[in-house]
C-alpha cells in the first residue's frame, strides 16, 4: 500500500511531499515526522527505499507506506499526556514519534508478536536516544514493547486514550480491540479495507468513520490445541515516575526553554518548502479561421485565446535571473547539551541529565 506521493531524496523531502500532498495537516505532526528520520529504521542496504511512499517488508520487520502513518498520526489527534497503545508495533518508529507529541507524562506502550522485532524496536529506540539531534529538541514518553499476540491481552488490563493497530482486524474481533478503549477515546485501526477511526463516545457507544481505503495483512490469530490454553500477554503497568525522575524532566525543561530563549528561531523543526511553483503560461499565437461572405469562404485571422502575456513573460524571467539562489539552510545548533556541560555539577549528575548521549 502507498504511492500516492512522489519519492524525497531525503526524509525532510519525503515530508515536504507529505504535506503537499495533504497527508500531513498539523504542525505537531509535522514535527515528529521531522524529527523521526525514516531511513533509520531500515536495514542496512535497504535505506534507498526508505523515501518511496510504499510499504517495506524484510523477514518479521515491517514498515507502512509514509502515506499511512501520516493519516494514523493526525487521526489519533494526539495530546500531551495521553495514553496510546499500539497492537503489532513492530520497528517502533510510529510509538517513537507518537512519543515525541505525547511527552513524559504520557503512557507508551507497545505489543507485538515476534521477539526479534520486538529487539530490533529496542535497538532502535536506544539509538534515538543516545545519537540523535532531536532527543534533545522534545520531551519524550519512551515506548515499552512486549512479545505476545494482541489478541491475547489480558482481560483484566487498563484501557487507553488512544490505540492503533497495524494489522487487519475482523469484524469479529471489532468489539474486543473497542474494550481497550477509554471513554473519549479514539482507536484508528484497518477493518474490511478501511482505515477506520472509531470515537468511544460513552459505555457503550461508538461512532466511526472511515478515513482511507487501505489493504493490510490480517491479525495472525493463536493456534489452540486440545487442552492448551493461549498465555495472556501481560501489559506494562501504569507507574508513577519518581521523584529523580521528575527532577530531570523539569531541568531539561527549564534549561531548553532558557536556551530557546537565548537562540530564537534556531530551534524550529519545521522548514520552509523551497520547490517554486512552476508558473503556467500560455503563448499567444495567431491563426486563421474561416468564415462565410456571402457565398464565399474568406480567411479571417484572429488571435488565440490560450493566454495573453508574452512580454510579461519575458520580463518576468528576467527578473527571475536577477533573483539570489537561495541559500542552503544552516545546520541547527542544540545549545541543551552544552548548557547542561557547564553546570557546576558533578559528572555522573549531568551523565544522568544528558540520558548518557554520548554527542
Avoid at 77 to 92: I, M, P, R, V
Amino acid at each position: 500500500m502507498g504511492g500516492a506521493v512522489s519519492a524525497g531524496e531525503d526524509n525532510d523531502d519525503l515530508i515536504d511531499n507529505l504535506k503537499e500532498a495533504q497527508y500531513i495537516r498539523t504542525d505537531r505532526v509535522e514535527q515528529a515526522f521531522r524529527a523521526i528520520d525514516r531511513g533509520d529504521y531500515y536495514l542496512e542496504g535497504y535505506r534507498d527505499n526508505a523515501y518511496k511512499d510504499l510499504a517495506w517488508k524484510h523477514g518479521n520487520i515491517h514498515l507502512s507506506a509514509p502515506c499511512i502513518y501520516s493519516e494514523v498520526m493526525e487521526a489519533l489527534k494526539l495530546q500531551q499526556g495521553l495514553s496510546f497503545l499500539n497492537l503489532g508495533s513492530g520497528t517502533g518508529y510510529l510509538s517513537t514519534m507518537v512519543g515525541l507529541i505525547i511527552g513524559p507524562f504520557g503512557v507508551n506502550h507497545g505489543v507485538e508478536l515476534h521477539k526479534d522485532v520486538v529487539e530490533y524496536a529496542k535497538e532502535r529506540l536506544d539509538d534515538f536516544i543516545k545519537n540523535s539531534d532531536s532527543f534533545d529538541r522534545f520531551e519524550f514518553c519512551e515506548p515499552h514493547f512486549v512479545v505476545g499476540n494482541c489478541l491475547e491481552i489480558s482481560s483484566d488490563s487498563h484501557q487507553y486514550d488512544r490505540i492503533y493497530c497495524g494489522a487487519g482486524v475482523q469484524k469479529d474481533h471489532e468489539n474486543y480491540m473497542k474494550i481497550l478503549l477509554k471513554v473519549g477515546g479514539i482507536l484508528v485501526m484497518p477493518i474490511e479495507d478501511q482505515l477506520t477511526q472509531i470515537t468511544r463516545t460513552g459505555q457503550s457507544s461508538w461512532e466511526s468513520k472511515n478515513i482511507l481505503a487501505v489493504s493490510f495483512a490480517p491479525l495472525v490469530q493463536q493456534n489452540r490445541t486440545e487442552g492448551c490454553k493461549a498465555e495472556a500477554v501481560v501489559l506494562p503497568a501504569l507507574s508513577v515516575r519518581n521523584l529523580q525522575d521528575l527532577s530531570r524532566i523539569y531541568i531539561r525543561r527549564t534549561l531548553r526553554n532558557l536556551t530557546n530563549d537565548e537562540n530564537p528561531g534556531r530551534n524550529n523543526t519545521q522548514r520552509a518548502s523551497q520547490k517554486r511553483k512552476r508558473r503556467r503560461c500560455r503563448r499567444r499565437r495567431r491563426i486563421n479561421t474561416y468564415v462565410f461572405v456571402g457565398n464565399q469562404l474568406i480567411p479571417q485571422p484572429m488571435d488565440s485565446e490560450e493566454d495573453e502575456c508574452i512580454e510579461e513573460e519575458s520580463k518576468e524571467e528576467e527578473q527571475e535571473k536577477d533573483i539570489e539562489p537561495i541559500k542552503p539552510e544552516e545546520p541547527q545548533v542544540y545549545h541543551l547539551r552544552d548548557k547542561i556541560l557547564s553546570l557546576p555539577l558533578p559528572e555522573s549528575l549531568k551523565s544522568y541529565l544528558l540520558y548518557y548521549r554520548e554527542k
